[in-house]
């Protein structure tokens, strides 16, 4: 596989680079130079989940993995069902919150941390990264027991909610927590000042493992086509998806999915206040506000970092920008979508809340809309008790870390003493 950095087309890597790298010069995305094509959609549509993904992913991988292998990191990886739900005559659920930190970034998350794995040969390695609380979760989950891999997570200590430190502080073996006394930014502050110690990163084989790694929308691609799967073969010629996107990065993997030739006619992208991207697309004009708090958080960004490799896939495939739907929901339509879902037998969270929300406005005659949930609805149960007035039970996966106990180390917001630590940990 060859990726090209966007910002500087004469920057070429390999798969193996791309994803130990992260990022281009200048910051720039890498993004694949080709994209495969299948001759037999309706036979690859038919695979069972893993299977397909196998063959999705090594057709974009090409031969720098085998495929047997590839075979067995996606077994790994994707180790849960992402099932589609009829919600109203012509509209979907596709519920991606089944893994083991009930949300959809368990698909990117562990696909990377299997590549990552597979690519540095045995190296030792330290994951680095800081959290305001589900990147974390996610992350920690993904790397756990993977060997020559510790994970160092950095959260503000008291400032993310019980349950969320429950989820990933309690694993113990290769991930390490530490609760930082201080706030998110000197989490992240201390993260910097640890890749910008060259002597460190290189003793220790730092990595950042972040959200702009290729390697998580490679796997994000494998859904669409597990959706569009569960639909009749009769019904696959009108399909629109609606996604709720925050950075941006599952919508560019469903596009890079159509690209393949998924037969998903058009695409709804839907954002909280945060809507940077829908007035973008109805002015041309690129002007993010200050980013404002809403009740679906995962989505409160507002200069989402995947968008250039968007407007670098409609340059290439030259589609017009202006096929690309969009809309926002402030919060009080999203908790009146929310109702309404519940009313219609669906218990639904924020974020996909909204993305059905526009959907159901946009989707005309004749159309099939499937509208993508990134979470379990008791992830967010706060907002979800009180707008719906329930009282959520808890999934298993959260109940189970909810009873032990926490292991995190807790630090002050000083860089020798979290150097002195990673290299204890490197040294174990
Ligand atoms: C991360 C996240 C999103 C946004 O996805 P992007 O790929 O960043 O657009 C939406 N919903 C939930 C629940 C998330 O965790």
Redesign the pocket.
């Given at each position: 596989m060859k990726l090209y950095n966007i910002k500087d087309h004469s920057e070429v890597v390999s798969f193996s680079q791309a994803v130990q790298q992260g990022l281009g010069r200048g910051q720039g995305l890498f993004f694949p130079d080709t994209l495969p094509q299948f001759d037999d959609m309706d036979a690859l549509l038919t695979m069972p989940l893993v299977e397909r993904s196998t063959e999705i992913l090594s057709a974009l991988i090409g031969e720098e993995l085998p495929k047997s292998q590839i075979g067995e990191l996606v077994s790994e990886a994707f180790n849960f069902d992402a099932p589609l739900k009829q919600v109203g005559e012509h509209i979907h659920a596709l519920e991606l919150f089944h893994g083991p930190t009930l949300?959809?970034?368990d698909f990117g998350g562990r696909f990377m941390a299997q590549s990552i794995a597979a690519v540095s040969d045995g190296k030792k390695i330290t994951i680095l990264t800081a959290t305001s609380g589900?990147t974390g979760a996610a992350v920690a989950h993904a790397f756990y027991g993977i060997d020559n891999i510790d994970v160092v997570i950095l959260y503000p200590k008291g400032k993310i909610s019980p349950l969320q430190e429950k989820l990933f502080c309690t694993l113990g073996g290769n991930i390490h927590t530490v609760a930082i006394n201080g706030d998110f930014d000197d989490c992240q502050s201390l993260v910097k000042q640890a890749f910008d110690d060259n002597d460190l990163r290189q003793t220790i084989g730092l990595n950042s493992a972040n959200?702009i790694n290729i390697s998580r929308l490679m796997a994000q691609i494998c859904y669409y086509f597990e959706a569009v799967a569960q639909v009749p073969k009769q019904k696959r010629d009108q399909l629109v998806m609606a996604?709720?996107?925050?950075?941006?990065?599952?919508?560019t993997a469903g596009l890079l999915a159509k690209a393949m030739g998924l037969p998903i006619k058009r695409f709804i992208a839907g954002t909280n206040a945060n809507d940077t991207v829908p007035r973008y697309l109805q002015s041309g004009q690129w002007a993010p506000h200050q980013t404002v708090a809403t009740l679906?958080n995962?989505?409160d960004?507002s200069q989402?970092n995947?968008w250039p490799r968007i407007e670098e896939l409609f340059r290439r495939q030259q589609w017009p920008l202006g096929e690309l739907a969009s809309g926002w929901a402030d919060d009080e339509e999203t908790a009146e979508s929310l109702r309404a879902l519940s009313q219609a037998g669906y218990l639904c969270?924020p974020?996909g809340a909204i993305a059905y929300r526009l959907l159901e406005q946009q989707l005309e005659d004749g159309e099939e809309g499937i509208f993508l949930c990134?979470?379990h609805p008791a992830?967010f149960k706060e907002s979800v008790d009180a707008i719906l007035d329930i009282n959520i039970t808890l999934p298993k996966p959260l109940a189970e870390h909810a009873t032990r106990s926490v292991l995190s180390q807790t630090m002050d917001g000083d860089f020798i003493q979290l150097k002195e630590s990673l290299l204890h940990i490197n040294n174990r």
């Open positions: 949300a959809f970034k589900d959200s996604v709720p996107s925050g950075n941006f990065g599952n919508l679906s995962a989505m960004v989402p995947n969270e974020h990134t979470a992830k």
